[in-house]
């Protein structure tokens, strides 16, 4: 069974910082992710598609990147919007979500 | 922009039947472009895709849910619906139907707001 780690589960910054999060396959499934934005109450929102497309609406300083099993979403200068939770997804016969990675102000 | 709108009742007694009704307006279900999803979250489990259809009625399902599953379409009122069968406290989620559009990644670009269900007598 295909399995999507994300790395840190907690990740604690303040505004202005770069943020690193990691999204990690249990085996290659395909060279494309995409990766959600969700706030609470509010339903997760497309940030990325095909590992680096920003959706439309999602700022530039969202960017992807990564290939084979491990896969990374950068926000090169949080703004305090930002705090969230953030997952990827792929498909792998079905789609697939990571547990998360909650991105919280420090 | 499409919109998604989940209804449907917040609370179903256990061993029932769930079931729920995603309305679509700015767009059209019978779109080959996409395939139409429920996914539902739990604090537990996190994220999990439920099943999707396209409109000719092919349907797909989560292996774990496929036994008790069933997604239709309705064309005519431009919804797709979910039922879920011998429900258990353990499908206690927010319900959630989206679009999938089935590119490189089959993504999710569209989503309704969600539904709490809750299972308990």
């Known amino acids: 069974e295909v399995v999507l780690t994300q790395s840190p589960a907690t990740l604690s910054l303040s505004p202005g910082e770069r943020a690193t999060l990691s999204c990690r396959a249990s085996?290659?499934?395909?060279?494309?992710l995409a990766w959600y934005q969700q706030k609470p109450g509010q339903a997760p929102r497309l940030l990325i598609s095909?590992?680096?497309n920003r959706a439309t609406g999602t700022p530039a300083r969202f960017s992807g990147s990564g290939s084979g099993t491990d896969f990374t979403l950068t926000i090169s200068s949080l703004q305090p919007e930002d705090f969230a939770v953030y997952y990827c997804?792929?498909?792998?016969?079905?789609?697939?979500f990571g547990p998360g990675t909650k991105l919280e102000i420090k | 922009q499409v919109h998604l709108q989940e209804s449907g009742p917040g609370l179903v007694k256990p061993s029932g039947t769930l079931s729920l009704t995603c309305s679509v307006s700015?767009?059209?279900?019978?779109?080959?472009?996409?395939?139409w999803s429920w996914i539902r979250q739990t604090p537990g489990k996190g994220l999990e895709w439920i099943g999707q259809i396209v409109y000719r009625g092919s349907t797909s399902y989560n292996p774990s849910l496929k036994s008790r599953v069933t997604i239709s379409i309705d064309t005519s009122k431009n919804q797709f619906s979910l039922k879920l069968t011998s429900l258990t406290a353990a499908d206690t989620a927010v319900y959630y139907c989206?679009?999938?559009?089935?590119?490189?990644?089959?993504?999710?670009?569209?989503w309704g707001q969600g539904t709490l269900v809750t299972v308990s007598s």
């Open positions: 997804q792929q498909r792998a016969g079905w789609p697939l």
């Open positions: 700015g767009g059209s279900v019978t779109s080959g472009t996409y395939h």
């Open positions: 085996q290659t499934i395909s060279s494309y």
């Open positions: 989206a679009r999938e559009v089935p590119a490189a990644t089959y993504f999710f670009d569209n």
């Open positions: 095909d590992t680096s």
